[in-house]
């Protein structure tokens, strides 16, 4: 997946009914700035609102995602959300005539091959991946429900479904690489029960549903007479009430079409968390409700989390070792602060490792009862991180120093000791200018922030 954030190239229009409202509904995707993220308006209403695709923004779940804000709400953007996340698009301008989004075929598949059709451009933002670190899980016992997500090097989701059903009863599908998803996911259909579309009736939903956009299945028997009643109210033929099985126009496309549809709608309500996620979801028999509920409970870790700690795998050869920061930096015991260097993007950050150990000579001063290395010594760290970022963007970077000229917004927030492993991250705030530089640092202990502090300096060619 792209490190840039990405938007389409040119916009599309789709036209199609509504599921609930049976509305001829016309809905245009456009490219939008970096860092927008998905949001949606309403062009039918006065004014014009826009509404932010976000898990927070979620107000309904029945039969569909429904996001709201005020008074005015957006449903069945399920599909569309999903296409937009696997096609790794981060920031897109949707405008729609309609209070939901046409249903179309019921699938994912419309929507991806419009955004092929349409292209998509890389942006000069980052894009920042939350990364999952922990375990997430919610539950609904009375229901057997459970979805998690658990810490994994990328994106990938198996699903579980388990219906009480003689015709579709347990099956699974599993993606696991988002560029598997026009292929084995996206032209996966929306599905309801018969014994579902009398209550939905009552609800005034399903207006639009018909056996072009949904698989029926027919699962317990019922009399003839309302069986005709309910094929009549989706515009089908009514099959025999002793058959058992599904009712379409189309065949199955995989024998778990259904699993691998919710799987599809996971997708689409985990993208409202805001941004790409690192992680192994796995689900038991998932619905939008409880899919909302993980994709809140993520989304509150990010919204807290000014950045993550960097991976750092001790296996993996370091960019520069100590030898390699020697030749770059002019610092030397005892103030070369920095081991090695174990990321680097030129132009963009840095991320440097210290061994923090009992030999180091400040311990003996700072203090002999109570080790505890001093804060200064944690910001002059960094600034040789920043040194190291500054010179890898010049040719010859022997040849210059860095000088720093303002050091702010410094804050300590915990002790580092002896046996601590302080892992920075240093990445420029603006583009260096006449060569001078300003960025921000950040010194981790594991996953939390123990120092921070922003910088500007110099160049200097030396003489």
Partial sequence: MSQKQQTLAAPFTLTGKGLHTGLNIEVTFAPAEPNTGYTIQRIDLEGQPIIEAIADNVAATNRGTVVKKGDIQVSTIEHAMAALYCAGIDNCDIQVNAPEFPIL?????????????????EQEAKREVFRITKKYEVVDEENGVKLEIFPDDHFSVT???DYPSPVLNNQYAV???VADFKQEVAAARTFVFVREIQPLLAMNLIKGGDL????????????????????AAIGAEAPSANDLGY???????WDNEPARHKLLDVIGDLALIGKFIQG????TRPGHGMNNKLARAVRKDLKRTEIQAPVYDPNKAPVLDNVGIKKIMPHRYPMQLVDKIIDVETNDYVVGVKSVTANEPFFVGHFPEEPVMPGVLQVEAMAQCSGILVLNSVDEPERYSTYFMKINNVSFRQKVVPGDTLIFHVSFKSPLRR???EMKGYAFVGDKIVSEAEFMAMIVKNK
């Avoid at 699962?219 to 007479?225: G, R, S, Y």
């Avoid at 192994?280 to 689900?283: C, G, L, P, Q």
């Fill in 280 to 283: 192994r979801v796995i689900v």
């Fill in 212 to 231: 072009d956009n949904a698989m029926v299945i027919y699962d317990q028997k019922v009399e003839q007479a309302e069986l005709d009643k309910m094929a």
């Fill in 159 to 161: 699903t579980f479904v």
């Fill in 175 to 177: 993606l696991n690489d």
């Fill in 247 to 253: 009712i379409q126009k189309r065949p199955l496309q």
């Fill in 105 to 121: 075929d019921g699938s994912a598949m419309p929507y991806v091959e419009a955004i092929q059709k349409a292209g998509i451009v």
């Fill in 435 to 437: 060569g001078i530089a």
